[in-house]
């Protein structure tokens, strides 16, 4: 069977030019754990820091608290000792999932069909490569030019052009926007998935909709499909849970800034790391990275009428809200708690 897997491997190399070598994920399990104490949970912390674990849930491992649930993957190397160092620690854990690479076998993703793709059978419900999100951006543009234009919004560091979208009926006097951005983090292929149903949904219901057609009127979407492309095509070619973006750091010893981690909002103090190595790497400064200087600039352009920003992510059905660095509440709070519940409204009614 050893030729297969080669001829596979060279096809690969050929189509995407990239490594041939793909990661695989055998034996990596998520457990749940749950601390007690706070000593256990300063042990599972330190533990997480130390091997390098990957925390799935909470977002950051200063979050992890007693009577908390963490849910982290370990690499199958670590899998027996850490569940030895748990029930020695008398850490209560379950297993969630038993072989990480067993499920993502089973994820349904878009096998490249050879011909072009079209609108009328877009196939929402499963994960799409990013040439056929590009065609697929086009596409829309296209079929809803009176309603839609794109933009680019900067390129990659692998100079992939970052397009958003603007949604909304032109109007004389300047409008709210609403701002979603998805896919900042690579793995995270149904916050993509999840954009494109949005851009879909609101367009396919223009006219039919009465609170769609108003919405239209009065705000303009901003919509970023995919922020971290050059992450998104590597977690298709190599490594299916690579997170970060993919510049080059340390003089090439090492790859990609945590994008969501990059930002001057208390820049790499609360919840990122300072090594490249780790999964939360803020970057060498604020902003670094192309795609962070992307979206700054956008927001500065229209942050005078920002209604509301959302960074779709997935995992651990949270709406997390600003900011992520301090327990204390924003000015807004109260009005950010109002609207959350609202989030749960729409979210039923786009589902009906
Ligand atoms: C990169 O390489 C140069 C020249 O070899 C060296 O001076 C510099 O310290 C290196 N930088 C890092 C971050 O390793
Ligand atoms: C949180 O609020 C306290 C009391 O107002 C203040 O002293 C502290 O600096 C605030 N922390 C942050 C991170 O803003
Ligand atoms: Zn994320």
Redesign the pocket.
Known sequence: MKYVSWTICLLGFLLYEGTCVKVKYDGDQVLKVTPQTPQQVQYLQELSVQWRLDLWKPDIVQDICPGGEAHIRVQSVYVQKMKENLVQQHIPFKIMIEDVQKLIDRSRVSLQSTGPISLENYDYTIYHPMNEIYEWMDLIKDKYNDVVTTHLLGHTYEEKPIYYFKMGWPSKESKKVVFLDCGIHAREWIAVAYCQWFIKEILARQQSDRLIKKLLRQVDFYVIPVLNIDGYVYTWTTERLWRKNRSPQNNGTCFGVDLNRNFEA?WCTVGADADCESYVFCGPSAASELETKGVVKLFEEVKSNMLMYLSVHNYGKFILLPYG??T?QSANHNEMVSIKSHVYILTFYTQN
């Open positions: 208390r660095y301090t204390n």
